[in-house]
């Protein structure tokens, strides 16, 4: 799967590299700017998703893409499609451009609004992303939970750099019997919950 990545995707995944880079070094305001995972980050939730369970895959917080193009490479792998939630006018236009020059606009299911408005919906869930605002983690993780199949896994993003923000959330998953969770130092943090 690493191996073999797309080279239509490998050039959109730079692009979007370097626009990220830039917003960080242009003070481009907060909402405009991407705020993409790194590249490790990217190879982590693709393996983790290539072997998760049979279920639907779902992302919370598309930005223009970048981090559902590395899960997309499990969804390749495994024939399946991901759905992913973006908020803003924007970041829908350029994940659109995104799925579009990568071709990879067969295994992507891109819903613009609240994500939390349709996550009731999602059953089934094997494999979810929550990278959003830190505010609506919790909200995010009250409505996937219930609709987890056993062994599915839910990665949220930001556990170690925003840990003081997202403490309240952390402390929860990881006595919630329901769940399985630890956070892995890789990126910015990744707080893994396996569904029991
Ligand atoms: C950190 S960025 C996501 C970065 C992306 N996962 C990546 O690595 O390429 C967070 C995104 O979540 C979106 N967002 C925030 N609140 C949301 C909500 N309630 N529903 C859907 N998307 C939301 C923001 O507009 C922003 O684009």
Redesign the pocket.
Known sequence: MLHNIPELVKKRMKY?EKL?AEDRVNKTPR?ER????PPE??KFLAILAAGAPKGNFI??????????MWITLACIERDCKITT????EE?IRLAKETFQQSKLEEYVNLIG????DFLKAEKNVSFC?L???KE?YED?YDLVVPNMVKGGLLVA??AINLYDVLKPMIDKTLVDKRVDALIVPIGKGELVCRKI
């Open positions: 979007l990220d909402m991407l705020r993409q995972i980050t990217g992302e919370i917080g598309t930005s223009a893409g970048y981090s559902t939630f973006e908020i803003l970041k609004g609240d994500a939390r992303f990278d959003a605002e609506i995010c993003d930001n």
